[in-house]
């Protein structure tokens, strides 16, 4: 899909409500209101996404996801600073330990677009959280030293943000940990800002290959419009690389609601080599309730699903459970509507009342 340019041109992100304003993406009236969520939430809208958004639509999917609204100063009771419960699981700066076989490592926590429902907008924005050289070998001296992990999910923020010579050397130094078979890693970046996927990023990312690891690269992506020409050549450059591509997306109100668009946006990633992988419900993070659906609406969206595409283009539905206890499928057989309980991967049930 081709990009519609701005009503002015840009170069540059977007990063307050005034450059909003002087982008025609907010009007003047809306800007006191909305000055009070950036200063809690950050916001950052690259030229590219920026360049997607029709500001005549009201309704448009694209802003809906990166334009501040004042709907994320309402914030319920159920809602969450850290809701999937990554502290409970953090036995050190930027690692989680969840699941025994793999950890979470966050070397850095600055993205290239700050959504508006993101589960960590507690937290992302911050660059004075970039873990620091002693703190990123204490994480792996972790990793290195706990022989049941197996695989390295790098997240964040961004991971792609730290460039192509920072992630060689990470990239290097997991690989060098024996009992380690996959390191993976979660970007925004190949749709929010494809041109920071050169050459040398790839090769960096490869490295793992060089000592006979495996390499995967999960992209986030919401909406079939955000695979604009740009995006869909930094994917190709991604696979011509060598890595392996899955994708997640989150399930939003207003945003990809509806079968066909899920659809569409599942067969355009099958098409490109990118494996649906999972349709996250989202997260009780602080002033996203506008964005949330019934479990049972996102569960109908994936029954009807079945009947369009094979299993290659259908994510697996799931929830992360608050409080740390990890994602379950959102299957008849795990969340029971009647005694609003959910089971995770234990086969312990929790409580999660809609």
């Known amino acids: 899909m081709s990009s519609r340019p701005l009503p002015y041109h840009t170069a540059k992100t977007l ?8 982008a025609g993406l907010v009007r003047p009236e809306q800007a006191e209101r909305l000055d009070k969520v950036a200063e809690r939430y950050g916001i950052a809208i690259p030229p590219m996404l920026a360049a997607l958004i029709d500001p005549s639509d009201p309704n448009d999917p694209i802003a809906r996801q990166f334009v501040p609204s004042a709907r994320e100063l309402i914030q319920t009771a159920d809602e969450l600073t850290d809701p999937i419960g990554d502290d409970a699981h953090s036995p050190l700066p930027g690692v989680v ?20 429902f993101c589960f960590r ?3 992302v924005g911050d660059a004075d959280a970039t873990l620091s050289e002693n703190a990123l070998d204490a994480a792996l001296d972790y990793i290195a030293d706990a022989p049941q992990v197996r695989e390295v999910i790098l997240t964040g923020g961004d991971p792609l943000m730290l460039g192509a010579e920072r992630i060689a050397k990470l990239s290097s130094a997991l690989a060098s940990i024996p009992h380690l078979d996959v390191v993976r890693w979660h970007s925004r970046i190949p749709v929010a800002d494809p041109e920071r996927i050169t050459p040398a990023l790839v090769r960096a990312l490869a490295v793992p290959f060089e000592t006979g690891k495996a390499a995967w690269l999960s992209v986030h992506v919401n909406h079939p419009r955000e695979l604009a020409a740009a995006a869909v ?10 890595l392996t591509l899955v994708a997640q997306t989150v399930l939003l109100n207003g945003v990809n ?8 946006l599942f067969r355009s990633l099958v098409r490109l080599g990118v494996k649906p992988y999972y349709l996250h419900h989202p997260d009780l993070a602080p002033g996203t309730g506008h964005f949330r659906l019934k479990i049972a609406q996102g569960q109908a969206l994936v029954r009807a699903l079945k009947g369009r595409l094979s299993g290659i283009a259908q994510p697996t539905y799931v929830l992360d459970i608050p409080g740390g206890a990890g994602k379950s499928a959102l299957g008849p057989d795990c969340w029971d509507a009647v005694d609003g309980t959910i089971t995770d991967w234990r086969g312990i049930a929790h409580d999660y009342r809609e």
Do not use: T
């Not at 190709?236 to 690389?241: A, H, I, N, P, Y």
């Open 15 to 22: 990063r307050s409500v005034s450059d909003l304003v002087e």
């Open 257 to 264: 609601d509806q079968a066909p668009i899920l659809e569409a």
């Open 233 to 242: 050549e930094a994917i190709g450059r991604l696979r011509q690389g060598g």
């Open 121 to 123: 907008r507690e937290q």
């Open 97 to 116: 330990h969840r699941y025994p076989d793999r950890v979470l490592l966050k070397p850095v926590l600055v993205c290239p677009v700050y959504c508006r």
